[in-house]
């Protein structure tokens, strides 16, 4: 899920005024106004102009922390459209499913995972750290030859599907996808 945090200080404008400036269809992203305006009607009239939610100055940073959690998990599946594409294949979050042409199979939640990180990023190499870290957690014990198999069990799937997609590696620092065209180039 993507998230975005702006700080706005505008004294004089109002949170009707805010929205309207910056259009309160934002690529559906939750907006968490933090405000010194501590009036009922302050509130009301944020949270009537389209905020999500609202939390007044002080505040102490753990109830923040809860509310952007709370935010994340309100709408997780609003925030992505249903399929991402690249070269031959697309990826359905609605059904978890890789697809190329009329093929399609089945994801398990971190292959999942793992083909949108490289959807989203494809063009760059992206580090095994970060499939530990968004996927695994950070507390988690996983090491890197959790994510070669995962790749690996990917890497069939494409194959499976006949799709002229391959993830490449690049030793010692990540993955990447290469498109049919990118490969045909080289």
Known sequence: MTSSFWTL??????????FENFGRNRSALPV?????KSQIEDKVEGLDSGADDY??????SKEFLARVRALCRRRPLEYLSS?????DISLDSARHELQC????????????DMMEMLLLNHGQIIP????????????S????????VYVSFLRKKLTALHSGVKIKIVRGVGYYLEGASDAAGN
């Open 9 to 18: 200080c505008c004294p004089n404008w109002t949170a009707l005024q805010f």
């Open 32 to 36: 968490l106004m933090l405000t010194a």
């Open 55 to 60: 939390l007044t100055k002080p505040f102490v």
């Open 83 to 87: 399929a991402l594409s690249f070269s």
């Open 128 to 139: 095994k750290e970060s499939f530990l870290t968004k996927i695994w957690g950070y507390d």
């Open 141 to 148: 014990n996983a090491e890197y030859n959790s994510i070669e």
């Open 101 to 112: 042409g009329e093929r399609r199979v089945k994801l398990s939640q971190k292959e999942y």
